[in-house]
């Protein structure tokens, strides 16, 4: 795959070679029985980074917000999520399969949600009516096209949280891409959350691993949850050494991300059947519908694929993520595809 330029998502990065050298020289302990010293290292880099008392290394995103959906809520209860959300679209029902708990979609204006839609929405309990106990927040939010939910609105529902006396969970998968595009420290955005999941595998490059954050005994009991749900890893020192490369020497590089986006947005939005409008683009994902009287989306990705470009079709079109292995020249690349099939 080493000719494509491959913008099918920012998981595809690949890790960098100190990565590789760190991990191969990571000191190892058993982190089950609570002795790899690489493992606490990061975890105690990312409570720092996020300003949280304590953080959790996790296989993937998913078991992160898992473990903080079982957390915050009890069976029978309501998590308010937004409608294009990933925890509600892509986590095979992990809310109900796990912690048996039913999500209440709302809209969303670009993934910030209405804080009066949001304070309607709260239920309180009787006989007939679940207790609404956790909001969910995703920011960037991966399906309306990496969109940055502003602090402003996430401090408006983080009151009403705290008024109702509600958890707010925030999925930060690229938590950095949007701090970055916002020009607002992480640790804010974690501030107005009671726990933050963010992504070492996607734009900071690590090849596995998520991070949990919150209070000290949220973590304690997320640890117990990670080890039932298949989650607890012996010497994986290894693979936190990559972890700590990302936190150490990768997040202030996903500025490049955000900018290839919106130079490769701007561009393409002018070809005639590209339906995208570039100044919402605001960090490294660009998702675009096409309107066009000869090609579908399939024959449009072939037509790429062949020219060796990959992309990935989504809800609402085609999506293009930039990422660490992606530079000025695949961009370029993309944009003379773009022509040579669209032509103007
Ligand atoms: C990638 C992602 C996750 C977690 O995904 P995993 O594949 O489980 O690591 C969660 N939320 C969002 C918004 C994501 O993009």
């Not at 993937?60 to 917000?65: D, E, P, Y």
């Not at 969109?147 to 109702?164: F, Y």
């Not at 085609?318 to 993309?334: G, L, Y």
Request: glycine share 6%; charged share 25%; with cysteine.
């Amino acid at each position: 795959m080493t000719d494509y330029s491959d913008f099918r998502s920012d998981t595809v990065t690949r890790p960098t070679k100190k990565m590789r050298e760190c991990m191969a020289k990571a000191v190892v302990g058993d982190d089950v029985l609570g002795d790899d010293p690489t493992a606490q290292e990061l975890e105690k880099l990312s409570a720092e980074i996020m300003g949280k008392e304590a953080a959790l290394f996790i296989p993937s995103g998913i078991m992160g917000n898992a473990i903080a959906v079982k957390i915050w809520t009890q069976e029978l209860d309501e998590v308010i999520v937004e409608e294009r959300s990933h925890i509600y679209n892509m986590e095979s029902t992990q809310m109900t399969f796990i912690s048996r708990v039913q999500p209440r979609p709302l809209p969303s204006d670009r993934g910030a949600m209405d804080p009066h839609v949001v304070e309607e929405n709260i239920r309180k309990p009787n006989v007939h009516i679940p207790r609404t106990s956790l909001i969910c927040l995703e920011n960037s939010h991966n399906n309306w096209s990496g969109s940055v939910v502003g602090i402003e609105n996430v401090r408006s529902i983080k009151e009403i949280a705290d008024r109702h006396n509600l958890k707010l969970h925030m999925d930060g998968a690229r938590i950095f891409n949007a701090s970055h595009a916002a020009g607002i420290p992480v640790k804010e955005f974690a501030e107005m959350a009671d726990s933050l999941m963010f992504c070492l595998s996607k734009g900071l490059s690590a090849p596995i691993g998520s991070m949990l954050v919150g209070p000290k005994d949220f973590i304690d009991f997320g640890r117990r949850i990670r080890k039932v749900l298949g989650g607890g890893m012996r010497q994986v020192g290894i693979i936190a050494a990559a972890g700590i490369v990302a936190l150490t020497d990768m997040t202030e590089r996903i500025k490049e991300d955000n900018a290839r986006a919106k130079r490769l947005a701007a561009a393409i939005a002018k070809f005639p059947g590209i339906v995208l409008n570039p100044d919402e683009i605001d960090t490294n994902i660009i998702i675009f519908d096409l309107d066009h009287p000869q090609y579908g989306i399939p024959d449009f990705l072939e037509k790429l694929n062949v020219q060796r470009i990959l992309a990935l079709p989504t809800r609402g079109g085609i999506r293009f993520v930039t990422h660490k292995d992606v530079d000025d020249t695949d961009v370029d690349k993309v944009i003379a595809a773009f022509q040579s099939i669209l032509g103007s």
